[in-house]
C-alpha cells in the first residue's frame, strides 16, 4: 500500500471516530445526600439487679460499604478524695446497622466494671462503619450524639 491511500484511509478513520456518539459515562455510586445521618439516646437507661446497663435510642445512616455498628458508652465523673475528679468511661455494648436510610432502634446492654450506679449520666453513642483500606479496617464515622441520662433500677 503506498502513502497517499494509508493516509486517506487513516483520516478516514479518525473521521469516523470523531463523528460517532460518545458512549453515556458511567456515573460511580454516590452515597445519598437527602437523607440526614443520625443517632439518638433514650432520655432514661436502666440497669438490671445484676448490673447490666441496658441504653437504647434510634439511628439512620446510608452508603455503608463494610460492616456498621451502633456502639454506646457511659460517662460518669467524680469527686476525689483529694478534691480532684475522674471520669469514668464505660462502653456499653454494641448492635449491628443496617445503613439503608431508614430510622431503626437499637438497644445496647452489658455489665460494666466499674458497676454504674443510677443517676445522671453522659451517654454517647456512635453509628462507625468499619471501611476497609485495602487490608486494614479503618472507622468511618456516620453520626455521633452525647446526651444526659437518667439510669434506673428495674
Not at 15 to 37: G, I
Not at 53 to 70: E, H, I, K, N, Q
Request: hydrophobic letters at 40%.
Amino acid at each position: 500500500m503506498t502513502k497517499r491511500p494509508a493516509l486517506a484511509l487513516a483520516a478516514g478513520a479518525a473521521l469516523f471516530l470523531l463523528a460517532a456518539p460518545a458512549a453515556p459515562a458511567t456515573a460511580a455510586p454516590q452515597r445519598a445526600t437527602d437523607v440526614q445521618e443520625t443517632v439518638t439516646v433514650d432520655p432514661t437507661g436502666h440497669i438490671a439487679e445484676d448490673g447490666t446497663v441496658t441504653l437504647s435510642g434510634t439511628y439512620r445512616c446510608v452508603g455503608s460499604d463494610g460492616p456498621a455498628f451502633v456502639s454506646s458508652n457511659v460517662r460518669k465523673s467524680s469527686t476525689t478524695s483529694s478534691g480532684g475528679s475522674t471520669t469514668v468511661i464505660q462502653g456499653i455494648g454494641g448492635t449491628m446497622a443496617i445503613c439503608d436510610g431508614a430510622k431503626h432502634r437499637w438497644e445496647n446492654s452489658s455489665v460494666p466494671s466499674p458497676e454504674v450506679e443510677p443517676g445522671k449520666v453522659s451517654v454517647e453513642a456512635t453509628v462507625t462503619e468499619l471501611h476497609f483500606q485495602g487490608i486494614l479496617p479503618l472507622p468511618r464515622f456516620h453520626a455521633v450524639e452525647r446526651h444526659e441520662v437518667t439510669l434506673t433500677k428495674v
